[in-house]
């Protein structure tokens, strides 16, 4: 009864360091999505990818890479953190492109 | 862009009562969504609509898929305790290339007194 699950749930970074946040579902669906979110601003989409092997950048993307490691799992990797990504960030995945979304429970990064 | 203004911001009720909150548009929407987010954990879906005029409902809550296509509302009746939470509203725009993105409202917290 996992759904969509990630890893870390808390990390403190320092300024610079990079980090990979994961992500895996077990709902065999085709696509995932990384958002970022902020107090007051809601969810904003970071990159997201519509079935394996595609990868396409949302909103919010600049900082951020990505990666469509197989069906079941899409990473969000932070090569030189800054403290403007402080923040919680959500995976989420649905079955096809569209289709309402199911998010994990968040991974909360903070960058002093 | 599309935006989405969600009202109210925040809401203190006592146990028992019925919350109303919605979500408006610049935009037409073909899809509306009604997320609940508990603390330190991730939003949950609790009602998908899909055509104007629809009304669905899922226990005590009843969401509306406005005529104009850019609104939305969320019922909830008789709240108790467990009800606490933010709630987020999210629409999509069924348009090819865009067709990934969901757009989601800033969120109503909402506080249950016992």
């Known amino acids: 009864n996992a759904g969509v699950t990630q890893t870390p749930k808390f990390q403190v970074l320092k300024t610079g360091q990079s980090m990979t946040l994961q992500c895996a579902q077990d709902?065999?669906?085709?696509?995932m999505y990384w958002y970022r979110q902020d107090p007051g601003m809601g969810l904003r989409l970071i990159y997201y990818s519509a079935s394996e092997g595609t990868t396409d950048k949302g909103e919010v993307p600049n900082g951020y890479n990505v990666s469509r490691l197989n069906k079941r799992e899409f990473s969000l990797r932070l090569e030189s953190a800054a403290p403007s990504q402080t923040s919680v960030y959500f995976c989420?995945?649905?079955?096809?492109?569209?289709?309402?979304?199911?998010f994990g429970d968040g991974t909360r990064l903070s960058i002093l | 862009g599309q935006q989405l203004n969600q009202s109210p911001q925040s809401m203190f009720i006592q146990e028992g009562e019925d919350v109303s909150m919605n979500c408006t548009s610049s935009s037409i929407f073909n899809t509306w969504l009604w997320y609940k987010q508990d603390p330190g954990e991730g939003p949950v879906l609790l009602i998908a609509l899909y055509k104007a005029g629809e009304l669905t409902s899922n226990g005590r809550l009843t969401a509306q898929f406005g005529i104009t296509r850019k609104d939305s509302f969320l019922n909830i009746s008789a709240s108790i305790p467990s009800d606490v939470g933010i709630y987020f509203c999210a629409g999509r725009i069924n348009s090819g290339g865009s067709n990934y993105k969901l757009t989601f409202g800033k969120g109503t917290l909402l506080t249950v007194n016992p």
């Open positions: 989420a995945s649905s079955e096809s492109i569209g289709q309402p979304q199911h």
């Open positions: 709902m065999n669906h085709n696509s």
